[in-house]
């Protein structure tokens, strides 16, 4: 009769780890919606430290830098977008999913939690770069979403003689649009009309039918 291991015991955590892990996850919550708010550039570590209810020095033992703030932010954002990812269903075309990613960004963004960080700032990038976990979100959400495309593509239901990585840049541009601002401030259409809107610029393009 074969041997089977016994059935592990689940690892305890410690109530000081939970207590770590908990105030680690509101800093990170406060710095995406400081950083969707503000933007990185405005945004400061006293007001991160002042949001938490924590001492900047506290802040620091989490997060070494402003820059290492904005990368945590940045990895938890591809933890949400790789789940969301997970959750299409599996009969939806190629297309569909695209459009669902689209709309699912351009919500985050409307809703004020899409975080805003600068594309000319050295020190920031080299800090994403080095973040484990951004990075291999990045490149999972990436890898799937050109897939996609390219699905897409073939199928006809994108123009093929565009590259698929100028099509996969346009649509991570929809996350910060300013377009959905204008039209939310012009007081016209709800946030859905909105989003309905610009998914139609984007993915039907602007000549008549």
Request: overall charge neutral; aromatic content about 6%.
């Amino acid at each position: 009769m074969p041997v089977t291991d016994a059935p592990k015991a689940p690892v305890k955590v410690s109530f000081k780890k939970q207590m770590l892990q908990a105030r680690e996850d509101a800093i990170i919550r406060s710095v995406n919606l400081l950083l969707a708010e503000k933007g990185f550039e405005a945004m400061t570590v006293d007001e991160v430290a002042a949001s938490v209810g924590i001492a900047k020095a506290s802040l620091y033992k989490h997060f070494p830098s402003k820059e290492d703030l904005a990368a945590a932010a940045m990895a938890h954002l591809m933890g949400q977008a790789q789940a969301f990812l997970n959750s299409l269903p599996d009969d939806m075309s190629p297309l569909q999913k695209l459009r669902g990613v689209v709309r699912w960004t351009m919500l985050l963004k409307l809703a004020g939690e899409m975080p805003s960080l600068p594309s000319q700032n050295s020190t920031l990038r080299a800090t994403l770069m080095s973040h484990k976990a951004y990075m291999d979100g990045l490149m999972d959400v990436s890898d799937r979403v050109g897939g996609w495309i390219e699905a897409a593509q073939a199928q006809g239901t994108i123009n093929p003689a565009l590259p698929a990585i100028a099509v996969l840049y346009t649509l991570y541009a929809r996350a910060c649009d300013p377009v959905l601002e204008f039209l939310r401030m012009g007081g016209q259409h709800t946030d859905e009309q909105i989003i309905d809107l610009v998914l139609s610029t984007c993915f039907d393009g602007l000549n008549s039918r």
